[in-house]
């Protein structure tokens, strides 16, 4: 038994979806349903007795040992988090109650568990925590990109926040010995990806006819990775990972946002025109930039390829296309999570950009 926390979000959901597919080993889900949070994404393994669904907070230390006591699970992936940056611009203080205190509390009740346990168990139980690459800060055009051993330099509230339960992780295996092991990823895309980030906000707004907002320049670099290759890293990581540890997950696969927004333009226009026969990139509309934006990252993927044999499976031209699929032929999914508190986010976030 495994829990995870966070499961019915964006990256949660896909790791979940896939440990039930690939492994007999039922896993706990903890997650509090914020926006973010779908109990829709779970509907393909609703009826699955493997997967136990609780609503919670990873701030709630009563809760948390209640179930660590009760389940007794080997090891703990803790994907809970806000992962926005814009809302971590407009509303900082959900970022530092769960990133950092959740974080905090969690580890605490993990900690508790992890102590009384027998020797033998004491030494197989693993606490993984998913993090960014956000933590890294932003790189210089022709820098060498990110590995383990690259200086923090947070920038956002969310990178910062992140930044802290990282360090917070860290310290527990050094001072406790909590044998823990940590994931900093690039940015992921593909099925159940809020609209709120670029790649399925694009999507939608170009089959609604609404415009496809660019901030600044669009020359912001990313290092894209379909949702399912992380969470094949994160499974690999949690098998064979050594204690202590971080690894940075990435594809090796950089590329300007405006590339992106035209990439997804054009396999929008040979899968489902537009009725006037014009290309969705007509609909592209560059608007005020985000404050503090981090011009580019790239993860240097060596150490988890080099030590613990993981590539990703997906380029990023089979990823984006089976993620335009997913999107094109989960038309209820997505009508239903643009719902008023998500028009709201729209209206605080674009209204007053030029
Ligand atoms: P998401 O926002 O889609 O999902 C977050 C989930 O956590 C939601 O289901 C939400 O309900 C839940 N949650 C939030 N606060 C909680 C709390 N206090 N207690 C319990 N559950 C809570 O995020 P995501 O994109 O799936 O990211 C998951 C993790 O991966 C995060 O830690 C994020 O920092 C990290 N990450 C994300 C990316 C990316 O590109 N999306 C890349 C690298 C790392
Ligand atoms: O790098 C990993 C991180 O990637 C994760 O830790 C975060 O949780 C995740 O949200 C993501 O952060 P980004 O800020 O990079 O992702 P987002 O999709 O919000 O934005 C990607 C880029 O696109 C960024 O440079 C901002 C730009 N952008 C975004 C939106 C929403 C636009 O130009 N227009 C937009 O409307």
């Known amino acids: 038994m495994i829990l995870v926390t966070g499961g019915a979000g964006f990256i949660g959901s896909n790791f979940v979806i896939d440990w039930v597919a690939e492994s007999n080993e039922p896993l706990i889900n903890l997650d509090k349903l914020t926006y973010a949070g779908n109990l829709q994404n779970l509907a393909e393994i609703q009826d ?9 907070d990873i701030g709630d230390k009563k809760l948390i040992a209640e179930l660590l006591e009760q389940h007794k ?11 926005h940056v814009d809302r971590s611009i407009t509303g900082p203080d959900d970022f530092i109650q769960t990133n950092i205190v959740g974080t ?27 993090s960014t690459d956000e933590v890294y800060g932003s790189l210089k055009p022709d820098a060498p990109a990110f590995t383990e051993n690259h200086p923090y330099e947070p920038n956002s509230p969310y990178s910062a926040s992140k930044a802290a339960s990282d360090h917070l992780v860290r310290a527990y295996h050094h001072t406790y010995g909590l044998p823990v092991l940590t994931t900093n990823c690039s940015n992921n895309y593909g099925p159940y990806h ?13 089959l609604a006819g609404r415009p496809l907002p660019v901030y600044g320049d669009g020359m912001q670099i990313r290092d894209w990775l379909f949702v399912k290759d992380h969470c094949s890293a994160i499974r690999r990581v949690l098998q064979a990972g050594k204690l202590g540890e971080t690894y940075n997950v990435g594809g090796w696969n950089e590329k300007a946002n405006i590339d992106i927004v035209r990439t997804v333009c054009r396999l929008l226009d040979e ?3 537009r ?7 007509e609909q592209i509309t560059y608007v005020t930039d985000r404050p503090g934006h981090d011009r580019r990252y790239a993860i240097d993927a060596s150490k988890i390829e080099r030590e613990l044999g ?3 499976a997906e380029t990023f031209e089979t ?13 209820d999914w997505v009508a239903n999570v643009q719902s008023g508190s998500y028009r709201e986010w729209v209206e605080t976030n674009y209204g007053n950009r030029k």
């Open 319 to 331: 990823g984006i296309r089976k993620t335009i699929d997913w999107y094109l032929t989960h038309g």
């Open 271 to 273: 899968q489902k025109p």
């Open 275 to 281: 009725a006037d026969g014009k290309s969705y990139s």
């Open 104 to 130: 905090f509390n969690l580890l605490e009740a993990v900690r508790a568990y992890w102590s009384a346990l027998a020797d033998r168990e004491k030494a197989d139980f693993r606490f993984l925590h998913v």
């Open 194 to 206: 809020f609209p709120e980030k670029l790649i399925p906000l694009m999507i939608v707004n170009a």
């Open 310 to 312: 993981w590539k990703p």
């Open 48 to 56: 699955d007795s493997r997967h136990i669904f609780v609503q919670g």
């Open 73 to 83: 699970p080997r090891a703990v992936v803790n994907f809970a988090a806000e992962s």
